[in-house]
């Protein structure tokens, strides 16, 4: 998926539940956060489509899973923390306007990270601290300012 921002919207544009985990582990002096290094080049949080009937809580659960290989309580997902944005995105040629749902999700980093699976597989992960994640959010603007907005509403 590409951002296109709102210069090329299209009224017929195609709408995306997306959901993003922002993922944590606070058990040390440093908060440190999960990044994902995506096999178009750019690192970004565990993300993904809300499928039918499924919740919020139960699509961060499941992407995380899919992405990561871990399994994460539904107290985990810290719900305080949720922030939504609107973009607008391009799929296949297509304009998508995407419906961002993201939110804080505590994890413990010593547990194993299994990655590399599935068609959209990430090449490779680490746990940075909150200035090396801005440092490395890079691609796309929205991703930094939705993890700011995160970060902030938990006081991290």
């Known amino acids: 998926m590409r951002i296109i921002g709102n210069r090329n919207i299209k009224e017929n544009a195609k709408e995306r539940r997306n959901v993003r985990a ?11 956060y999960l990044l994902l290094y995506a096999r178009k080049g750019y690192w970004q949080f565990p993300q993904g ?13 499941r992407e995380v899973l899919e992405e990561t290989g871990l399994r994460i309580w539904r107290r985990d997902v810290i719900v305080k923390s949720k922030v939504e944005d609107l973009y607008f995105a391009e799929r ?28 959209d597989a ?5 746990w940075a601290d909150k ?11 929205e991703q930094k ?12």
């Open 131 to 141: 200035s090396r994640v801005l440092k490395l959010l890079t691609e796309y603007h």
């Open 49 to 61: 489509g809300i499928d039918l009937g499924e919740s919020e809580i139960e699509a961060v659960q």
């Open 22 to 32: 922002i993922l944590f582990d606070d058990s040390s002096e440093e908060v440190e």
């Open 92 to 119: 296949k040629g297509q304009p998508i306007k995407v419906y961002l749902s993201a939110y804080a999700v505590r994890c413990n980093k010593n547990k194993e990270i299994v990655i590399g699976r599935g068609g």
């Open 145 to 156: 300012k939705v993890f700011e907005k995160v970060v902030t509403l938990m006081n991290f």
């Open 122 to 126: 990430h090449q490779d992960y680490q």
